[in-house]
């Protein structure tokens, strides 16, 4: 048959045109079919034009679907626009369809070149202009308006043809009267084309552009790019566009009236790639007014050759067998058979999306919503990453990153995922640098989480997730460099110029420690030492210091030089410790519980910049007792709060540096009755409060717990509701298990025995008088195999020697 033949089978004269959903299965099978049927010599698409240039790698076997186009402004990234394609995209259908036949295929929405100059609508919830080129044709949002006046409402095509057919729900209706049609059975290809025309013809008359101020511009553009294209192929061109836009496309206008609408737009210079997408982008739920809540669902219907419904449930009980459940051949019979008798209860051609969705709960999760959260996560949207082949346009910064990628085996996944990574292999540390310096560019793929293993320095846990607005954010960097480790260094050294917090440029300096940006490290110290130089306030000073010391750590498993760094935590650390006595006076309670956090922040960074410390020179190396003088100023001055001096003498007493006794004394004048019992409640919150361990302090130590006990008892009656709050605060940090033991303890009355000078000649209750030595034996074999020392014949030499450091 020839074309002409063919062309001839065509409905009427002029181009063919197809209104599509776009993003139904449904029309993606109707266009096909219809441009099997009429044979075009040419295919236009709604789409960007600038993106003809791209079309040819729709073919290429690298490129798998979902993807989008991207259209970003060169000179600033950031504003950019989506046009995405999945495999059941009448567009992607209509595109694979030109290439496979060898037939030209062209877009003709308006050019990215104004869709992006143009100012962004007025209303919040609409979507970019970008997600107007693939919007669905019903409208993704708003309601029925009327008129043409500059504050019409959009209109939702589908729910008002679902009003006016009776149906509450667009999308049922949607199902019903195309997706479960007949497909190949279909006697005319052409009608259901017709037939949607035809109705958006009438809606078109009600309600004119529908509250769309952009689309008669857009549809000027197209018939500019119809007419261009009957003249170089005559009248054998089909059109594949929303349907909305078809009645606009018949419409009758002149060329000078349509060239009219396009004078005077504002432009910006593009560039055009294709990027990968997911599922997740294409479900409205996910912040995409795609047009579908479903897209996996869509993509099975797309695909699969017949018995949807069975091959779905099937789907579904395989995925749940792979989460352990128990489902069976008979559970998937059964699920059919319940699907089809709610579709023709219903009165619905077949079962729908929700049919076998109230199927599945009933059957193959029994009645549970737990498991029918994951069908819906997995298989209703799915977790598909789209890939795009290496050909495709790039700006330098998205190739550097992909090679990185593929040498460190780290692959971009649509799916939520951790990663466990050991910094004493190559690979791992590369990759730890390679997602440290892309959250320095913004590029957040990787979030740092807590390790469930090991907490040391050489272990770093991340979780991943690709998304497709990651490629912008990407184009965006592309401002400061062409390769990951050059626009990193290059975006930390301007940071560290325009920071205006001290705390800013502390936690940069960490930040390229972790990216291995030695380059960026001379801007960032210099900075750090002009800002700490200048900076007077001590909590900003002891708010910064953790920071800077944490860095510190990194230096012996990522190779890193940190002697200037060590030397600037040193100099740091010197003016908290000078400042810090006089901060501490006349705070109001708030500002000392602050300042709290900030005396054991510096107290841990003191514990490990004193090792490093000598580095930094002799007038540094004594930190450590410098800091304890530093607690013993506070722990002694009247006017620094009780929670401060509370905190002091606890943190002297782990440090060794203060007896048992002289702790007793110094609680005990505090809770002497001449203290405010306000005054004392805080002091006790400072020394036993907080997750340092002063539950077990009061359980291991009775003389502690009875000086608080004893107070506690002849608190007055008008002062206890105070101090409740207090106390409350104090104590409910603590384990279950030690409150339930200082309870215990309390209730046996070890103030009492105090009091009275009868001692406890068994030690504290519940616990012996002297060490168990067989159950303290019993450990060693695992103290062996934890610090590697082996069980040959030097088990009993290493034994003494564990025993020996043990005491």
């Not at 033949?5 to 209104?19: E, F, Q, V």
């Not at 030209?104 to 962004?120: Q, S, Y």
């Not at 509701?721 to 106390?727: A, G, K, S």
Request: aromatic content about 4%; glycine content about 12%.
């Amino acid at each position: 048959m020839s074309d002409d033949t063919a062309w001839r089978r065509s409905p009427g004269p002029g181009p063919l045109l197809l209104g599509v959903r776009h993003h139904g299965p449904g029309s993606a099978r109707a266009v096909r079919a219809a441009l099997d049927a009429a044979r075009p010599r040419a295919v236009l698409i709604e789409g960007p034009p600038e993106a003809d240039a791209l079309i040819p790698l729709a073919a290429d076997p690298e490129m798998r679907p979902p993807v989008a186009l991207l259209a970003h402004a060169v000179d600033e990234p950031g504003r950019s626009a989506f046009w995405p394609l999945a495999d059941f995209s009448p567009e992607w259908v209509a595109l694979r369809w030109a290439l496979e036949h060898g037939v030209p295929a062209r877009f003709i929405d308006l050019p990215a070149t104004h869709t992006l100059a143009w100012e962004r609508p007025e209303d919040p919830g609409e979507p970019d202009e970008g997600s107007e080129g693939s919007e669905g044709s019903e409208g993704s949002e708003g309601s029925e308006g009327s008129g043409g006046g500059p504050h019409q409402v959009r209109v939702d095509p589908l729910a008002a043809l679902a009003e006016a057919a009776g149906y509450d729900d667009p999308e049922r209706w949607w199902e019903d009267v195309v997706e479960h049609r007949g497909g190949a059975g279909e006697r005319d290809v052409f009608a259901p084309f017709a037939a949607v025309a035809e109705a958006m013809g009438a809606l078109r008359e009600t309600y004119g552009a529908g509250g769309r101020d952009r689309d008669p511009v857009r549809e000027a553009h197209m018939r500019l790019r119809l007419r261009a294209a009957q003249r170089e192929f005559g009248e054998q061109v089909a059109v594949v566009c929303g349907a909305w836009h078809v009645p606009a496309l018949r419409a009758k206008t002149t060329v000078g009236a349509d060239r009219e609408l396009l004078k005077g737009l504002p432009k910006v210079k593009t560039d055009l790639t294709w990027v990968p997408w997911t599922n997740r982008r294409l479900a409205r739920t996910s912040g995409y007014g795609a047009g579908i809540d479903s897209p996996g669902w869509y993509g099975h219907l797309f695909r699969a050759p017949d018995r949807p419904v069975e091959r779905w449930l099937t789907k579904v009980a395989g995925l749940l067998r792979e989460e352990d459940r128990i489902v069976s051949s008979a559970h998937v019979i059964e699920a059919v058979r319940l699907a089809e008798t709610l579709a023709v209860m219903r009165g619905r051609p077949l079962p729908g999306l929700g049919e076998t969705t109230d199927a599945v709960r009933a059957v193959l999760c029994e009645g549970s919503d737990v498991p029918l959260a994951l069908v819906h996560d997995r298989l209703v949207v799915g977790d598909v990453l789209g890939e795009v082949p290496e050909a495709a346009p790039a700006v330098p910064l998205q190739r550097d990153l992909a090679r990185e990628q593929r040498r460190l085996r780290l692959k971009p996944e649509a799916l939520e995922r951790e990663l466990e990574l050991d910094l004493r292999k190559e690979t791992d540390a590369g990759r730890s640098r390679l997602l440290h310096r892309l959250r320095l560019l913004g590029v957040g793929w990787g979030e740092p989480v807590r390790s469930r293993g090991s907490t040391g320095t050489f272990r770093e846990t991340w979780r991943l997730r690709w998304e497709p607005e990651l490629s912008v954010r990407v184009a965006e960097a592309g401002v400061w460099g062409t390769t990951v480790e050059g626009a990193a260094t290059a975006r930390a050294q301007a940071d560290a110029v325009q920071a205006g917090d001290l705390a800013d440029v502390t936690g940069l300096a960490e930040h390229c420690l972790l990216a291995g940006l030695p380059d960026a490290l001379p801007v960032v110290m210099r900075a750090l030492a002009d800002r700490a130089a200048l900076d007077t306030d001590v909590a900003r000073l002891a708010q910064a210091l953790p920071a800077l010391v944490r860095s510190l750590r990194y230096g012996d498993v990522r190779g890193t030089d940190t002697r200037a760094l060590a030397e600037v935590a040193a100099g740091l650390a010197e003016r908290v410790f000078v400042g810090l006595p006089p901060a501490c006076s006349a705070l109001d309670a708030d500002a000392a519980d602050e300042m709290r956090g900030h005396v054991d922040a510096v107290h841990t960074a003191v514990g490990l910049l004193g090792e490093t410390a000598a580095q930094a020179g002799p007038g540094h190396s004594d930190l450590r007792l410098r800091w304890r003088a530093v607690l013993r100023t506070l722990s002694g001055r009247d006017t620094v709060p009780g929670v401060l001096r509370g905190r002091a003498v606890r943190i002297l007493l782990d440090e060794g540096e203060l007896g048992a006794e002289e702790a007793a004394r110094l609680m005990g004048l505090v809770l002497s009755p001449g203290t405010p019992p306000a005054d004392a409640a805080a002091w006790i919150e400072g020394f036993v409060g907080g997750s340092g361990g002063g539950g077990m302090l009061l359980v291991h130590d009775e003389r502690l717990l009875g000086l608080v006990d004893a107070w506690l008892t002849e608190v007055p009656a008008e002062a206890f509701t105070d101090v409740l709050p207090l106390l409350r605060r104090t104590f409910s940090v603590y384990e279950p298990g030690v409150r339930r033991t200082i309870g215990e303890l309390v209730r046996r009355g070890p103030g009492e025995r105090l009091r009275d000078g009868a001692g406890q000649a068994g030690g504290t209750p519940g616990f012996g008088a002297e060490p168990d030595a067989g159950r303290a034996d019993a450990v060693l074999p695992v103290l062996r195999l934890l610090l590697g020392l082996g069980d040959g014949e030097d088990a009993a030499e290493s034994d003494d020697d564990l025993v020996g450091a043990g005491r």
